[in-house]
């Protein structure tokens, strides 16, 4: 996705394709295979099984990606940022509310018209179907947007340091947090208490890129990548075998820390890969990129075309091998899921999208 504020950047859509694609993979294998059981012994594929980690993804690259525009633009107009933000988000999110609340019609009341702002709050409409379920984190985005034009500004004048405290702080929060809540697991992961820090990990890698001469100037070998996905398979193997989030207990200590865990592996991923002196090209850049465009239809999508192909095939599945169904699913299933979200972001995005403006 272009930004009209910075230059075009391929491998933030490289990175947002990885992490839609995550999030797809994760849903996939839990509607047809892993029904939403934890799997301790399965290490290896713990990207897999516990893949709603994408999640975390997206939330960290949006704190670098932003901290990089305030980077070149320190004077950011708190208007004319929200006003953008309003544009890419909530439009197609608008879409998915109508249709949870149409769904849901015997039970609407007007107060759910407030879960536009807090759809991951309570009983939120969007939370009671899968087809809708993934728009919970778009609260959580839109209360980020609202405060980064200050975060960003005082991350530029204060530094790192500023960035490092305000995570501490947050980080006792969430530790208190769990002595309250007997959902601690669940709290932590859908609610801006669980996830804010990991924006706030994403503005200090950003920082941290633009100030070492080597990062900047993108001279890290490709080995450090390799290292980061590394890091990134052996963290999410460790959280399936010792703390799932599909565990039935819903109150599991990690979990108090885990989220700033997640937000500095993700950091780290994104640091190697935009500092990366290397390039991808040809077929599987483009690819990436036409993937990374339209990565929010494709998140917001899903569901949906997941839901049906459940509903129409699979019960075939479910006595085929898991690796060998995956396989078959992921051949039929993302081209579908690729081509809804396409038709879905120059249908429904990308006019509003063109309606963005600068934002000093």
């Known amino acids: 996705m272009r930004s009209v504020n910075i230059p075009y950047d391929a491998r933030l859509d490289h990175l947002r394709a990885g992490a839609a694609l995550l999030v797809f993979l994760y849903h996939t294998f839990h509607v047809l295979y892993g029904h939403w059981q934890p799997y301790p012994h399965a290490f290896l594929a713990g990207w897999l099984t516990e893949g709603h980690s994408g999640v975390g993804l997206f939330f960290v690259l949006s704190g670098f990606l932003f901290t990089r525009i305030a980077q070149a633009a320190p004077a950011i107009r708190w208007g004319a940022f929200m006003k953008n933000r309003l544009l890419r988000i909530f439009p197609l999110f608008v879409v998915m509310f ?12 007007p107060a759910d018209l407030l879960y536009l702002l807090t759809s991951n709050l309570g009983n939120a409409p969007t939370s009671n179907s899968f087809m809708t379920g993934a728009a919970w984190t778009i609260s959580i985005e839109f209360s980020f947007y609202m405060l980064f034009p200050f975060l960003a500004r005082f991350a530029l004048q204060y530094g790192i340091g ?34 804010f820090d990991q924006f706030l990990v994403g503005m200090a890698a950003a920082l941290v890129a633009r100030r070492v001469p080597m990062l900047r100037e993108q001279r890290l070998h490709g ?25 039935p207990q819903p109150k599991q200590p990690i979990w108090a820390v885990w989220g700033l865990v997640e937000a500095l592996m993700w950091s780290g991923v994104i640091v190697a890969y ?8 040809g077929a599987l850049d483009r690819f990436l990129r036409m993937i990374g465009e339209s990565s929010y239809s ?8 997941l839901y049906l192909f459940a509903k129409c095939a699979g019960v075939a599945f479910e006595a085929v091998n898991w690796r060998i169904g995956m396989c078959a699913a992921i051949v039929v299933l993302l081209p579908l899921c690729l081509l809804v979200a396409r038709l879905s972001y120059t249908t429904i995005e990308r006019p509003w999208l063109l309606m963005r403006s600068r934002y000093h």
């Open 98 to 109: 109508v249709v949870a609340t149409s769904i849901g019609r015997d039970e609407f009341r």
């Open 162 to 195: 500023w960035l490092a405290r305000l995570i501490l702080l947050w980080l006792l929060l969430r530790c208190g947090a769990y002595f309250f809540s007997a959902q601690s697991t669940h709290m932590y992961y859908s609610t801006l208490l669980g996830r």
């Open 223 to 247: 080995i450090w990548c390799v290292v980061a996905a590394a890091l990134v398979v052996a963290l999410l193997g460790l959280l399936a075998r010792h703390a799932s989030y599909q565990l």
């Open 274 to 281: 935009t500092s990366w002196r290397g390039a991808v090209e």
């Open 298 to 305: 494709l998140y917001l999508w899903h569901g949906i075309v």
